[in-house]
């Protein structure tokens, strides 16, 4: 069983910064493809990036590309996510998710471990 636990949440104006955090418990963090995924208020939950198990490949939503960026350091079992230039659009609960696979995916229903998530609010 994993365990992830999201930090770094917030409320900032628009064009500030967050970095969240995503610690994971247990001792095969290296072996999972990470995400994040986020749901604004009143809608579903969509995958804002994801990093595969070892960094090689990541992906960004192009709502986010260019200034979110995903970071992994496996040897702290931890996942994060550099959030710049952030906009009211952004505001949403932020959830990180992890699945044991070599293959980055984008789809939720391919993940199996969920965080609690941790709130984004950006103010205009």
């Known amino acids: 069983q994993v365990q992830l636990v999201e930090s770094g949440g917030g409320l900032v104006q628009a064009g500030g910064s967050l970095r969240l955090s995503c610690a994971a418990s247990?001792?095969?963090?290296?072996?999972?493809?990470m995400g994040w995924f986020r749901r604004a208020p009143g809608k579903e939950r969509k995958v804002a990036v994801g990093?595969?198990?070892?960094?090689?490949?990541?992906y960004y939503a192009d709502s986010v590309k260019g200034r979110f960026t995903i970071s992994r350091d496996n040897a702290k079992n931890t996942m994060y996510l550099e959030m710049n230039s952030l906009k009211p659009e952004d505001t949403a609960a932020y959830y990180c998710?992890?699945?044991?696979?070599?293959?980055?995916?984008?789809?939720?229903?391919?993940?199996?471990?969920w965080g609690q998530g941790t709130q984004v609010t950006v103010s205009s």
């Open positions: 998710a992890a699945v044991t696979s070599r293959s980055l995916t984008t789809q939720p229903t391919d993940y199996t471990y």
């Open positions: 990093i595969s198990w070892n960094g090689d490949s990541t």
């Open positions: 247990g001792r095969t963090f290296s072996t999972y493809t």
